[in-house]
């Protein structure tokens, strides 16, 4: 029996939920489900995103052959009340509502999944993964390589945080698992909590606020809280944590041990902030570089795969490629549950009994991650007439040379174009551009663009054959995963005894708008057959101005999902400070604009 020829792969309930389709083993479309509601993160059933899928492939429900879910619900479920139990009667006040909230379709996804989905046929199977292996089966089989250590990170799915497997052809073979509730996701999710960040969104606020302090508590919570063992293995002191008993992360003990209590949202960031973030992003790099080197020890393989949502911690991939432990490394683009899906349907494909040998040798097949929604002219003309917008039309040739101009002249410019992007990045096709030699740009595009903390950092886009000129890096990083050390001869003197956020005041390097205060980079390469307007507006822009690189900052504001339609991107546009959106072959320029109009939003949230 042939394997099934369109299976649809989902992630749900948890956060960040998704869909995403395949052909004959071919990724045609993802999406999340966050971009068409407007609620960041969306857990719920990605009805949209599903029906995006459809919608994109020209296939109703009937024609579908397999449905696969990323995880196993029943073991779930069974983790929990094991939990429960083991930590009885602690957890008692949190019991009843997470048993209300299994006793309905998360536990009985079979039916759900059909009572969504109605118009599926009898013989349209319905299928689970385990969680890890979703993520596993995500980084593996997109990947470049025919054979890799297989390395994934998370939370915690049914019970397993971290696991170790092994890839080769069709085959993902795993090899050794921790098990919750010891797991490095939910570790970093604590301090993200206790900084004053939101879980599952604000973990990366962390990584970018740790290069403003020192590691003064790195040996405390390698004393205290996490003992660690020489294959990168480790467990949790869970004295100092609330997790399995109440509603939040951390307890009084833990608050004692870092010195005060919990950051509220809208509090200052003080100096012990930002020493605790150092502390805890540095014994994370610690762990996840002895995971690394023990999974090259137990697989003899020259080449890594990471998911998983602490894959999207950039610092310690970078840290883990400049270790040179394995010769090449792939992180799948959208390594949170998001991923999961389509790590889910990709499983079902390749580990079907009948499913033809996977072929690699031509790179990624994550077709640069664009894998969204896309809309012609005439879709967005509509738009913008719509809302009364005032725009003029380009010839499609002329739109790089036009955008040049308004860079060159510190402009930022809004880039609506193509196929939006699947997983947490922006990577050219929903971005907000900007020079990335203009020493006000970080400051401008946070405060007035992003409506976001000062400190952040952004993102510096630049082609692939031109990244080793101002980046200590030689290999592609196409998905703002890799970070890497801006070359030592752009860099320019930090001024003796600044400290924390008053180093934002100094250049730092010739490009400063993407030169973190530690001298870093989170660095996006383009590749001409990966994203060729892009790569276009890189090139013209090096001509004009000697530099070849871009400040590239996903196109949304604090508390919202990047944009996914022409409507939520001028919706976005107008209500910022950004100069000019060029849309499809259309230019608008915000002070010519009518009025402010509010955004699509389904849940407001600040985040």
Known sequence: ??????????????????????????????????????????????ENAIQFCLRYANLDPAQLDAVVFYDKPVLKFARLLETYLAVAPGGWRTFPTVLSNWLGEKLDLRKAIRARLPELCGDCEILFTEHHQSHAASAFYPSPFDEAAILTIDGVGEWATTTIAHGRGNQIKPLQELRFPHSLGLLYSAFTDYCGFRINSGEYKLMGLAPYGEPKFADAIRCELVDVKPDGSFRLNLDYFNFLRGTTMTNRRFHELFGGPPRGPDEKIELRHMDVARSIQSVTEEIMLRLAYHA?????????????????????????????????????????????????????????????????????????????????????????????????????????????????????????????????????????????????????????????????????VVRRERVADYFEL??????????APVKTELRKPLPDGVTGIELLKAERSTVPAVTHVDYSARIQTVARDGNPLLYDLLMRFERATGCGVLVNTSFNVRGEPIVCTPDDAYRCFVNTEMDYLIMGSFVIERTTQPRQIPARRISPQAD
């Open 474 to 483: 030689e290999t592609d990083t196409p998905y703002m995963l890799l970070t």
């Open 296 to 460: 090259r020890q137990v697989t003899s393989s020259p080449n890594l795969c990471l998911a998983g949502g602490v894959a999207l911690n950039c610092v310690a991939n970078g840290l883990i490629l400049r270790e040179k432990i394995f010769d090449h490394i792939w992180i799948q683009p959208a390594a949170g549950d998001a991923g999961g899906a389509l790590g889910a349907a990709l499983a079902a494909w390749h580990l079907h009994p009948e499913a033809p040998p996977r072929t690699t040798g031509h790179g990624d097949t994550m077709q640069s991650s664009l894998l969204g929604p896309e809309f012609s002219d005439e879709e967005i003309e509509a738009t913008l007439r719509a809302h009364g917008a005032v725009f003029q039309k380009l010839d499609k040739p002329a739109l790089p040379d036009f955008a040049v101009e308004l860079l060159k002249a510190e402009k930022v410019v809004g880039w609506f174009q193509g196929r939006m992007e699947f997983g947490p990045r922006a990577l050219g096709n929903r971005s907000i551009l900007g020079d990335a030699r203009s020493p006000n740009m970080q400051s401008v595009m946070n405060l007035k663009v992003k409506f976001r903390e000062s400190f952040r950092p952004f993102a510096p």
């Open 1 to 46: 029996m042939p394997p099934p020829r369109n299976v649809l792969g989902i992630s749900a309930y948890y956060h960040d939920a998704a869909a995403a389709l395949l052909r004959d083993g071919k990724i045609i479309c993802a999406a999340q489900e966050e971009r068409f509601t407007r609620k960041k993160n969306d857990a719920d059933f990605p």
